[in-house]
Nanobody, 126 residues
Framework: EVHVVESGGGSVQSGGSLRLSCAVSGYTYCMAWFRQAPGKEREFVSSIINNDRTSVSDSVKGRFTISKDNAKNTLYLQMNSLKPEDTAMYYC???????????????????????WGQGTQVTVSS
């Protein structure tokens, strides 16, 4: 079983930056960041497949960057130019199934991932 632990959340002012980290144990084929604001559904932020193919939602494109350090088995989300609307609980998700991860559109769906972290809070004030 894969264990997922996020860290790096916090409170920043609008325009600031944060870097989230997600440490995983075990093999993963696809990983992603999702976020959930109070009263809203969990939404896709960014994903990476097989350590090279990345995807990012339009709402954060140009501001957030996903990356993975294979030696440390850690996923990152660099968040720049943060806005108050980025305020949410951020979750790291992972899965080890090549077939599931590889389906078209799969990485943007919460249903793809079997392994989830506990979340880390990001609060952006105006």
């Amino acid at each position: 079983e894969v264990h997922v632990v996020e860290s790096g959340g916090g409170s920043v002012q609008s325009g600031g930056s944060l870097r989230l980290s997600c440490a995983v144990s075990g093999y993963t084929y696809c990983m992603a960041w999702f976020r959930q604001a109070p009263g809203k559904e969990r939404e896709f932020v960014s994903s990476i497949i097989n350590n090279d193919r990345t995807s990012v939602s339009d709402s954060v494109k140009g501001r957030f960057t996903i990356s993975k350090d294979n030696a440390k088995n850690t996923l990152y989300l660099q968040m720049n130019s943060l806005k108050p609307e980025d305020t949410a609980m951020y979750y790291c998700a992972a899965d080890d199934n090549i077939w599931v991860c590889g389906k078209i559109g799969a990485t943007g769906s919460t249903l793809t991932y079997n392994y989830w972290g506990q979340g880390t809070q990001v609060t952006v004030s105006s």
